[in-house]
């Protein structure tokens, strides 16, 4: 089983990794002990300088949260004070009103 949905990109990556270790495989049984062990190093790190790069890239996920609570019991500053040690950022919109006056909705 190649890849997980928390990592899409390891099923491409997995392939290529097979293709270049099949090229090496055949440099290094065809007698090619140089171009076999060069290239196995020049994709070690090839591999390493791309994880490298990838967890330096700068990665913004968006959600939206809608939190029903009665309207004395929550305040909207609770989400910004619970979620400040986590390093999120959460602009709040204005509450709603719906149907039942003891509930309000507030979108995150």
């Keep these: 089983m190649c890849g997980s949905p928390a990592k899409p990109d390891l099923k491409v990556s997995t392939a290529a990794t097979l293709w270049a270790m099949t090229a090496i495989g055949v440099c290094l049984a065809g007698g090619q002990l140089g171009l076999g062990i060069g290239a196995a190093l020049l994709s070690v790190f090839t591999l390493w300088l791309l994880k490298w790069v990838d967890t330096r890239i700068p990665r913004e996920h968006g959600a939206m949260l809608v939190i ?15 979620i400040a040690p986590l390093k999120y950022q959460a602009p709040l919109s204005p509450a709603e009103r719906h149907s039942q006056p003891s509930n309000a909705r507030i979108l995150l």
Aim: charged letters at 25%.
């Design 68 to 82: 029903v609570a009665d309207v004395g019991e929550f305040a909207a500053s609770d989400v910004s004070r619970l």
